[in-house]
């Protein structure tokens, strides 16, 4: 930034700025007729990223590859233990027969639930130490993780490997993953972070037979031993491609601008200046600042509804027809929704998810009595539910920031993995309940309430931000 030495002139009433240019400007007293140039003086600009640096472009080859990498990680890093474990699960009543179906599903969901619980610190190690550095660690013990499933002779070696180990590898490998997309991208945002969580649907419809044709041509430990030898070629590959961008041109909209101050440009030191537009690292305690914000809490809190009845649905739909339309169906919602809301609002089209999958659990599944129904209801839960995973990134993007995104997603998420860890089992538990005369009323309605308070907190958030982007604006208007 050119920084201009000489020196200032005393700025009467009657006099006014006629040119800007970031650095300097001119200034004209207004009752001279003759249009006499008093000397210049520096007007120091807001400090955001947005005037410190030239505009970032938006896109591009190496944008796109980052996007790749991305969806790279999503096709594996929830394979074992969501999208593909119910292979896995009719396999292990074999190796322990004494093993109650309970205990055995537990592996899986410990897994899930560890991948966001993780997020806690995965989050603030990727901000850190860097994406790709995070992301190839989290690759490295996923794939220890399945080598040493794939010894396991007893059911609590399986929690430890497949279930916490792999989880917290995952969780490395996840959120630099899902956090990336944003930095590269402000007008396809949408539509990129979509095509990167796809590559959870892609996953599934790929490693779901393949991991079938294993098992039956070799058997489950060797089976654990391929994925394994896949994981480190596919995700290894896909760390490669995931680097964050150094510079943001978006800042924490939660801090209002502040309103340009004139200064004598002799008062400013020129490398402190330059200084100020380099990203510093955050502090480990300094990411828990996020609380404070009331639009954090309401995501959160979204997530921690939302995630108690997500898995619910493809639990206990029971149908390998509906489940798998379904996934197809969220495959869509990812993408289409995440292009619809580069166009109309990502606000508008999160409310519009939130509501609509609160909607398909609450009401269409409770009253559906017929295949017609509960197909119906699959599309729908699978459409907007897939929509709602690949806006709430954007979400976050757009409230604060790209500049220690994972980190955010990451403390959001770990709320979000408490609830999934006791969703299916408190379905389960309903479910039992209710013999001999067994009924789903409990879990639909459970699925369909926690779904409902997830879109009342997505309202909540909306208004917040709303509230802030125009309070912003009233600001600069007034600059």
Same mark, same amino acid.
């Given at each position: 930034?050119?920084?201009?030495?000489?020196?200032?002139?005393?700025?009467?009433?009657?006099?006014?700025?006629?040119?800007?240019?970031?650095?300097?400007?001119?200034?004209?007293?207004?009752?001279?007729?003759?249009?006499?140039?008093?000397?210049?003086?520096?007007?120091?600009?807001?400090?955001?990223?947005?005037?410190?640096?030239?505009?970032?472009?938006?896109?591009?080859?190496?944008?796109?590859?980052?996007?790749?990498?991305?969806?790279?990680?999503?096709?594996?890093?929830?394979?074992?233990?969501?999208?593909?474990?119910?292979?896995?699960?009719?396999?292990?009543?074999?190796?322990?027969?004494?093993?109650?179906?309970?205990?055995?599903?537990?592996?899986?969901?410990?897994?899930?639930?560890?991948?966001?619980?993780?997020?806690?610190?995965?989050?603030?190690?990727?901000?850190?130490?860097?994406?790709?550095?995070?992301?190839?660690?989290?690759?490295?013990?996923?794939?220890?993780?399945?080598?040493?499933?794939?010894?396991?002779?007893?059911?609590?070696?399986?929690?430890?490997?497949?279930?916490?180990?792999?989880?917290?590898?995952?969780?490395?490998?996840?959120?630099?993953?899902?956090?990336?997309?944003?930095?590269?991208?402000?007008?396809?945002?949408?539509?990129?972070?979509?095509?990167?969580?796809?590559?959870?649907?892609?996953?599934?419809?790929?490693?779901?037979?393949?991991?079938?044709?294993?098992?039956?041509?070799?058997? $489950?430990?060797?089976?654990?031993?391929?994925?394994?030898?896949?994981?480190?070629?596919?995700?290894?590959?896909?760390?490669?491609?995931?680097?964050?961008?150094?510079?943001?041109?978006?800042?924490?909209?939660?801090?209002?601008?502040?309103?340009?101050?004139?200064?004598?440009?002799?008062?400013?030191?020129?490398?402190?200046?330059?200084?100020?537009?380099?990203?510093?690292?955050?502090?480990?305690?300094?990411?828990?600042?996020?609380?404070?914000?009331?639009?954090?809490?309401?995501?959160?809190?979204?997530?921690?509804?939302?995630?108690?009845?997500?898995? $619910?649905?493809?639990?206990?739909?029971?149908?390998?027809?509906?489940?798998?339309?379904?996934?197809?169906?969220?495959?869509?919602?990812?993408?289409?929704?995440?292009?619809?809301?580069?166009?109309?609002?990502?606000?508008?089209?999160?409310?519009?998810?939130?509501?609509?999958?609160?909607?398909?659990?609450?009401?269409?599944?409770?009253?559906?009595?017929?295949?017609?129904?509960?197909?119906?209801?699959?599309?729908?839960?699978?459409?907007?539910?897939?929509?709602?995973?690949?806006?709430?990134?954007?979400?976050?993007?757009?409230?604060?920031?790209?500049?220690?995104?994972?980190?955010?997603?990451?403390?959001?998420?770990?709320?979000?993995?408490?609830?999934?860890?006791?969703?299916?089992?408190?379905?389960?538990?309903?479910?039992?309940?209710?013999?001999?005369?067994?009924?789903?009323?409990?879990?639909?309605?459970?699925?369909?309430?926690?779904?409902?308070?997830?879109?009342?907190?997505?309202?909540?958030?909306?208004?917040?931000?709303?509230?802030?982007?125009?309070?912003?604006?009233?600001?600069?208007?007034?600059?």
């Amino acid at each position: 930034m050119k920084i201009t030495t000489e020196k200032p002139a005393p700025v009467r009433s009657d006099t006014a700025i006629t040119a800007v240019d970031g650095s300097a400007a001119t200034i004209t007293n207004a009752s001279a007729s003759t249009g006499a140039v008093a000397p210049a003086v520096f007007i120091q600009p807001t400090l955001t990223q947005e005037t410190l640096s030239p505009p970032l472009r938006d896109g591009g080859p190496r944008a796109w590859l980052v996007v790749f990498g991305s969806f790279l990680v999503h096709t594996f890093a929830f394979a074992p233990t969501e999208y593909v474990f119910g292979i896995f699960e009719l396999h292990y009543h074999h190796v322990f027969p004494n093993a109650t179906a309970s205990s055995i599903a537990f592996v899986g969901t410990t897994g899930s639930a560890v991948t966001y619980l993780a997020g806690f610190l995965a989050g603030i190690v990727a901000d850190r130490f860097g994406f790709r550095i995070t992301a190839f660690a989290g690759t490295i013990v996923m794939t220890v993780s399945l080598v040493l499933a794939s010894f396991s002779t007893q059911l609590w070696h399986l929690y430890l490997t497949q279930g916490i180990l792999f989880g917290i590898g995952a969780s490395l490998a996840y959120y630099p993953s899902i956090a990336v997309p944003s930095h590269y991208f402000t007008k396809k945002r949408g539509l990129a972070t979509g095509l990167a969580v796809s590559g959870v649907g892609v996953g599934g419809l790929v490693l779901a037979p393949l991991t079938h044709m294993l098992i039956d041509r070799f058997d $489950i430990f060797w089976t654990l031993r391929i994925l394994a030898a896949l994981c480190l070629v596919v995700c290894g590959v896909a760390s490669l491609l995931i680097v964050e961008r150094k510079e943001h041109a978006d800042f924490d909209s939660a801090v209002p601008a502040p309103k340009p101050s004139i200064e004598k440009s002799e008062d400013l030191d020129p490398l402190a200046t330059e200084q100020s537009a380099v990203p510093e690292k955050q502090p480990f305690l300094e990411a828990l600042k996020v609380f404070k914000d009331a639009r954090f809490l309401s995501l959160s809190l979204a997530e921690l509804a939302a995630s108690v009845g997500f898995l $619910i649905p493809l639990y206990y739909m029971q149908s390998a027809l509906i489940l798998g339309l379904s996934n197809g169906a969220s495959f869509a919602g990812r993408i289409l929704l995440g292009l619809a809301s580069d166009y109309v609002s990502n606000a508008r089209v999160l409310l519009f998810c939130s509501w609509a999958t609160a909607f398909s659990v609450l009401v269409l599944w409770t009253v559906s009595r017929s295949f017609g129904m509960m197909l119906l209801t699959g599309l729908m839960y699978g459409f907007f539910a897939g929509g709602y995973v690949s806006l709430v990134p954007v979400a976050v993007a757009e409230s604060f920031g790209t500049k220690h995104m994972a980190s955010t997603i990451g403390l959001m998420y770990a709320t979000g993995g408490l609830g999934m860890l006791g969703g299916a089992p408190l379905a389960g538990f309903l479910l039992d309940v209710t013999k001999p005369n067994i009924s789903y009323l409990p879990v639909t309605l459970t699925a369909g309430v926690t779904m409902l308070l997830g879109a009342v907190c997505i309202t909540s958030w909306a208004y917040l931000n709303w509230k802030v982007t125009t309070r912003r604006i009233a600001t600069t208007v007034a600059v």
